[in-house]
């Protein structure tokens, strides 16, 4: 369980925070999607790190704090970082290759690494029958 000021958070909850903590990556992820790939580097995606910080750090910091040595340096990390998440769930969205993604699981801190994803409530592709709604039972 993680505490987050006066927020519990269960791992099971993690999926539903991701899902609302999305929106801003969400611009990210198709402008770096645009962004031509060096053909020697693995492919990178967005990911979302939720990490376990002390109440006195200051959340940037000890984000970039724990990205900096599987990047090699702090530019590096700031250039990596899309959004610090400080409020509801601290961590942070960065783009990362599978390998930084395995070296990042295990810095201090880290709780839990997630690939980024978009989540569709509904809409007609969903439902039994073409043009009818289905929803996740959110609702």
């Not at 409530?121 to 043009?131: F, N, V």
């Amino acid at each position: 369980m993680l505490v987050c000021g006066m927020l519990a958070i269960t791992r099971d909850c993690f999926t539903i925070i991701t899902f609302f903590l999305k929106k801003k990556e969400d611009c990210f992820t198709s402008t770096m999607a645009a962004e031509p790939e060096q053909q020697a580097a693995p492919a990178a995606h967005v990911h979302i790190v939720y990490v376990d910080r002390s109440k006195d750090a200051d959340p940037e910091e000890f984000h970039l704090r724990t990205l900096t040595p599987v990047l090699g340096s702090e530019q590096k990390a700031k250039d990596a970082v899309l959004y610090h998440y400080k409020h509801a769930a601290s961590g942070f969205s960065a783009k990362l290759t599978p390998e930084q993604v395995e070296e990042l699981k295990k810095q201090p801190g880290v709780l839990q690494v997630v690939p980024s994803q978009a989540y569709h409530l509904h809409g007609p592709e969903s439902g039994t029958h073409q043009g009818t709604t289905r929803t996740l039972g959110l609702m």
